[in-house]
């Protein structure tokens, strides 16, 4: 089963200075956070903004070859979650035959904004995602929370100048 789900925003992972799309459901209800690269992610962004080159860039010639051919854009799926990599498929429709294009998310999702295909992904993947960023969510407790505020109150000033931000 397939949720269908839109670009909600671009943001960039503070620790490993990395952008990431954010998927997210009709509803709001429901979340998918892929990292991608920093190309895919300006052509992501350059489509969200509807900012125009003079030259196509590589998702518009895509885009173009598409239309030229007669080339139709069904949809664009985030199929799978394996090994921290995330797998996607671009159906495409000519002459009333179908195919699916094995692609990365990032690109299948910048040609699905042009062509202005919906996104779907599996409920599976979202259900991995899930587990994966539970597991690697830091979670705090009262008791931890306490102690790391008396650890600071114990420090001086000249402390903090130690330790690089």
Known sequence: MFKRMTVHSLVVDPQSN????????AAGDRHLPIWIGLLEATSIATQLEKVNFPRPMTHDLMKNVFDQLKVTVDRVEVCDLRDNTYYALIHLRTDGETSRIDARPSDAIA???RTGAPIYVKEEVLLKSAHRQDQTQT?????????????LEQMAPEDFSKYKM
Do not use: G, N, Q, S
């Not at 990395?18 to 459901?25: A, F, K, S």
């Not at 705090?140 to 102690?147: L, T």
């Open 18 to 25: 990395t952008p990431i799309v954010i998927l997210i459901d």
């Open 111 to 113: 040609i699905a904004l």
């Open 139 to 151: 979670v705090f407790r009262k008791e931890d929370k306490d102690k790391i505020a008396e650890v």
